[in-house]
């Protein structure tokens, strides 16, 4: 039973430039949730996909957008970047069936110089 | 709005003493608590869950963890720990999202160091 997957693993970008990250769910799993981890801090929620949509947002500017995929899969991207958003993305899925509980996939480090 | 804290940065242990984490949490309502582990460069591993019923719930690598509303806490604890415990702990409480689903908001982290 794969987990959940994301690629790249490391990424390095630099100031302005755009950036897409891609997460597959858990089999079985129809919600996809994105966290941005900065170093030596907790994951901060980003937002979450399901059924297609975006339900809710964290406290992350436009230049964050996602997209989820008829299979589930979900992308990420950042525009403009700045240093700032260097960080472990993590990407999270769940089943509606069980919401509650998001397992996670090994992140991509961004980093932007 | 929900918070996490998690009062001790950094913890070192000997390997086969007892372990305790501290975790205290904010929510409204009834909160769905969590226990994730972190290995350097990785992911995060679900250890553990509470969501209702049984306040000592028991988790994966011998981990358990006890919920106490009324120190809005939840703990984690393992009896022994061993050397490949060493890693970084995250708590972290569900918060209901409008339209369904839930977010986690996370703790700080404790980094935890296993003396040989």
């Known amino acids: ?12 970008k630099t100031r302005g430039q755009q950036v897409t990250l891609r997460c597959s769910p858990k089999s079985g799993h129809d919600t996809v949730s994105w966290y941005q981890q900065a170093l030596g801090q907790g994951p901060q929620f980003i937002f979450q996909y399901y059924e ?38 993590l990407c999270a899925s769940s089943s509606r069936r069980t919401v509650e509980t998001q397992y996670f996939g090994p992140g991509t480090r961004l980093l932007v110089l | 709005a929900q918070s996490v804290t998690q009062p001790d940065i950094h913890i070192t ?27 350097p460069g990785q992911g995060l591993q679900l250890l553990l869950k509470y969501f209702s019923g049984d306040t000592l719930v028991q988790g994966i690598k011998g981990f358990e963890a006890e919920f106490k509303r ?26 209901q ?4 689903g839930n977010k986690l908001t996370f703790g700080t982290g404790t980094q935890l160091k296993v003396e040989l």
């Open chain 1, 1 to 12: 039973d794969a987990g959940v997957t994301q690629s790249p693993t490391h990424l390095i």
């Open chain 2, 13 to 39: 242990v000997s390997e086969g003493a007892s372990l305790e984490l501290r975790c205290n949490y904010s929510y409204g309502a009834t909160p769905y608590l969590f226990w994730y582990v972190q290995s």
């Open chain 2, 70 to 95: 009324s120190q809005s806490s939840f703990n984690l604890r393992k009896p022994s720990v061993h050397w490949s415990d060493a890693a970084e702990y995250f708590c972290a409480v569900g918060a």
């Open chain 1, 52 to 89: 297609e949509e975006e339900r809710q947002r964290g406290n992350f500017p436009d230049r964050f957008s996602g997209h989820q995929f008829p299979n589930y899969s979900s992308e990420l991207n950042v525009n403009a970047l700045l240093l700032g958003d260097s960080a472990l993305y």
């Open chain 2, 97 to 100: 999202l409008t339209g369904g």
